[in-house]
């Protein structure tokens, strides 16, 4: 065991200090290192429009991966997100093609993502069976439901309005703007981020994954607790499947297969540890344009899908490694 | 003369830099008998069990089997020599069958390959053996208890044990239970095993006991013959006679009125508490052997346990469903185990701190959080960096200030202690009985489980006695005497003050 600091010169804490924020944010580092790499590779990267783009592509995954962090934050995980995202872009393409107005549609649309995350969560909590199989259950059946919904058939014909809200340019400063969906990311990141940091729950979210008897014994509603995250994670989902659909013009029951393990892997990524109880969301914004960064990378060089999945793979490989490593060294293991 | 399957002689084992947890012990072990092992908590059992199943290796000394010099540095080596621990934790894997598990490291095999018939033979052999009436198809997780108390012997027998080790099987057992494991352990005995059999109860040992050693301060006492040993021998060996007495600190007398009143508790594993009450500024310690119901009481006051209870707090009745409802009528639980329990070890001082505190607001403000937490650690003198430090970094002592600052910023009014001391140096438990009692002196009422007697003895107003998951006798400490309370700690008498 460690004893306290108290008796070093506060020289020598300020440097550790400075050290452990390094450790700690070491994310943005390897971030850095890999956006100057790419702007070495290729003199496109580093031009407004690439970059609006990034935020873009980014921005489905990232919303979700938003989610992913609160469930991950107390030690579970939600598989369910991809199909979630679609069953949620069909529902609002289904109800626009209906007539219905954009408004009530998205609320619907939010509403049934927030109660299928709401279910899973309830299960977990009450029947105490693990997440990770619930949220299985729950990737197979909202992707049938979603096929259900149509039967398998493709939702066209949307409002042109419904467009507008993924892909209308703000301009930020003169030279640079960004699209609706990568400021709505951002927002939604700093509001995550903002919730976690600021708020008793965001607090009892870190308290759970940490050690849920102690936060039991401290009077926590820990069952309470993981009903909500689940609950954040679908109502994330459910603003990836309508910013998904707002940028495709149509409702595709086959969108965004894989997408729970993408969002997984950025949070990871992001140095949000499985066992719960540490990260947040600043590393998961970072993971999540990280690895967009990677996969701009790979398609400014001309290099196909198969080199990224490769070195993608690698890449979170490196970084839990780097992250264990890290833990050894702080005598965590 | 019978001939010594176990000899022990000068066994040490020293923990650095210098502890230590048995010092020249010795003992033997004479084919076909039930030897028994006495002692105290922190008498050194565990250690002295561990050293001769191989899970520890001694620092000095000398073991022999059936006159062979051995010296084991892996378990597997002791049960290879025939020295078979069954601990009290069965380690059984509840998903396999009894047959598997029989095997479970030595499976029998042909040509390379496991050879499931003779398994089964042979596991079928060693179950009658021990007179077992369910099949070695089984699911050793559909067991009852005692049945898989049985496998566990059986599992000793494959291995041909010459000696079984059985730590406090009695502990999990109904009375029923225990009679047929008794019953086997004759049969085998007859059969040339010995046994070395741990207990606190003294009856047991009675019962299939046939010699006894007993165990203080990590050496081995005295070997008796348990038939023509009166319990007041045994006792006294387990005490001692010069014991050092602790000073009794002088406490106000307790004037508040009742806070809490139990008239009946029950829950599960035998628990059945009565007539239980506490004053507001009186500290209650409770007392009794490993088992016997103390922290199952508390997380029953608590609402982090089932239970059947007719209690009332404050007048008002009281029936917590969660910890959240106890918290909110005012208790507080230290948990035995702080680290597992307590506190979430990755996470800065001040929000564990402030983490019962802050339940019921919207925003959580770091700023005023820590200003709430800097005050309270230092009333209890807490040594730390930085409010934002993680508590994986302090000491064991300042951890568990950490755990007591949770309940002082929440305002509990009656905080439940157990094991408060436990892993804390002389000056930590100073500190924090010294804070016990501030806290009483503020009108709090404090229940102390702790299985140091001394501590309770010189902190307390009120000893209550616990035993098989009853409040058995009741105690002043003022006019009482340390060893009375001991014996009926061990012996399980009934005594009101």
Redesign the interface.
């Known amino acids: 065991?460690?004893?306290?600091?108290?008796g070093?010169p506060p020289m020598q804490?300020s440097g550790r200090r400075l050290i452990d924020l390094a450790i700690e944010y070491n994310f943005i580092f390897i971030f850095l290192v890999v956006v100057a790499i790419a702007a070495i590779l290729s003199p496109n990267f580093m031009t407004p429009t690439n970059i609006a783009n990034l935020f873009q592509q980014a921005a489905v995954v990232g919303v979700v991966a938003i989610g992913m962090t609160f469930v991950i934050l107390t030690g579970n995980i939600d598989l369910s997100v991809g199909s979630v995202v679609a069953l949620c872009g069909m529902l609002v393409a289904v109800l626009l093609a209906g007539g219905m107005p954009i408004l009530p549609a998205i609320a619907i649309t939010i509403l049934t993502g927030a109660a299928a995350g709401a279910t899973i969560g309830l299960i977990t909590a009450l029947a105490e069976v693990p997440s990770f199989i619930v949220s299985l259950a729950g990737l197979v059946s909202f992707r049938g439901i979603t096929y259900l919904l149509t039967d398998g058939v493709p939702v066209s014909g949307l409002p042109p309005s419904f467009g507008a809200i993924s892909s209308t340019m703000i301009p930020l400063f003169p030279g640079a703007q960004i699209s609706s969906m990568g400021l709505i990311f951002i927002v939604l990141c700093i509001a995550a981020g903002a919730l976690l940091?600021?708020?008793?729950?965001?607090?009892?979210v870190?308290?759970t994954g940490?050690?849920a008897?102690?936060?039991?014994?401290?009077?926590?509603?820990t069952k309470r607790i993981l009903v909500l995250v689940f609950t954040v994670s679908g109502i994330m989902s459910a603003l990836g499947g309508i910013l998904l659909t707002s940028r495709l013009r149509i409702g595709q029951p086959t969108a965004a297969q894989g997408l729970e393990l993408d969002a997984i892997a950025a949070v990871v990524l992001g140095g949000t540890s499985l066992f719960g109880?540490?990260g947040g969301v600043l590393g998961t914004f970072f993971a999540v344009m990280l690895l967009q960064v990677l996969r701009n990378i790979f398609n400014l060089l001309g290099l196909g899908s198969f080199y990224q999945m490769t070195v993608t793979g690698l890449i979170i490989v490196a970084a839990i490694l780097l992250n264990r490593f890290i833990d050894i060294r702080r005598g965590?293991a | 003369m019978m001939e010594d399957v176990l000899r022990i002689e000068r066994l040490s084992k020293r923990f650095p830099p210098n502890i230590v947890a048995l010092a020249d012990a010795n003992i033997s072990v004479r084919k076909g008998e039930v030897h028994c092992l006495l002692g105290a908590n922190g008498a050194g059992k565990s250690t002295f069990l561990k050293l001769i199943a191989g899970a520890l290796s001694p620092s000095a000394g000398e073991m022999r089997v059936d006159g062979h010099k051995v010296s084991f540095r892996a378990p597997a080596e002791a049960a290879a020599a025939g020295i078979s621990m069954i601990y009290q934790e069965l380690d059984l894997v509840p998903q396999l069958t009894v047959a598997e598990n029989l095997f479970l490291g030595h499976p029998p095999q042909r040509f390379g390959f496991l050879d499931k018939r003779t398994r089964r033979d042979r596991a079928k052999e060693a179950l009658i053996r021990v007179g077992a009436n369910f099949s070695p198809e089984d699911r050793v997780g559909s067991l009852s208890i005692a049945n898989q108390q049985l496998t566990a012997i059986a599992r000793s027998l494959t291995r041909d044990a010459k000696v079984i080790i059985m730590d406090e099987p009695s502990a999990a057992l109904s009375e029923t239970e225990l009679k047929a494991v008794f019953r086997v352990i004759r049969e085998l005995t007859a059969q040339g095993v010995a046994i070395l059999y741990v207990s606190h109860r003294l009856g047991e040992l009675r019962e299939i006991g046939d010699r006894v050693t007993v165990l203080r301060g990590g050496q081995t006492i005295e070997t008796f013959d348990v038939e023509g040993t009166p319990d007041s021998a045994l006792v006294e060996a387990i005490l001692g006679r010069n014991r050092t007495l602790v000073e009794r600190r002088q406490r106000p007398p307790v004037t508040g009125d009742v806070l809490l009143k139990v008239d009946r508790l029950t829950a599960a594993q035998g628990l059945d508490i009565r007539d239980f009450e506490l004053r507001r500024g009186e500290i209650s310690g409770l007392t009794g052997l490993n088992g016997s119901g103390r922290t199952s009481f508390l997380k029953a006051l608590f609402g982090a346990e089932l239970c059947e209870a007719k209690m009332s707090l404050d007048g008002r009745p009281y029936r917590p469903k969660a910890p959240r409802d106890a918290i909110r009528a005012g208790l507080g639980l230290v948990p035995e185990n702080r680290k597992t329990e307590g506190l979430i070890l990755d996470a800065p001082i001040y929000r564990n701190a402030t983490l019962p505190a802050m339940q019921g607001n919207f925003l959580a403000r770091h700023g005023e959080l820590k200003a709430k937490t800097v005050p309270v650690l230092k009333q209890l003198s807490t040594k730390y960096g930085a409010p934002e430090q993680k508590v994986i970094q302090l000491s064991g002592g300042n951890q568990q200030k950490v755990v007591l600052a949770k309940w002082i910023i929440k305002g509990a009014s009656l905080l439940l202690l157990d094991e408060p001391s436990r892993g804390l140096d002389i000056g930590a438990k100073a500190d924090l009985y010294r804070l016990v009692e501030e806290l009483a002196a503020d009108g709090a009422a404090v229940i102390v489980a702790s299985s140091e007697l001394e501590e309770l003895y010189a902190a307390c107003d009120t000893i209550w006695v616990f035993h098989e998951g009853r409040n058995i006798a009741r105690f002043d400490p003022a006019i009482t005497n340390q060893d009375t309370i001991l014996k009926h700690q061990i012996l399980g008498e009934h005594h009101h003050d």
């Open positions: 065991m460690t004893d306290t600091v108290t070093a804490r940091r600021f708020t008793v729950f965001g607090e009892s870190y308290a940490g050690n008897e102690a936060a039991r014994l401290s009077g926590l509603p109880g540490r965590r």
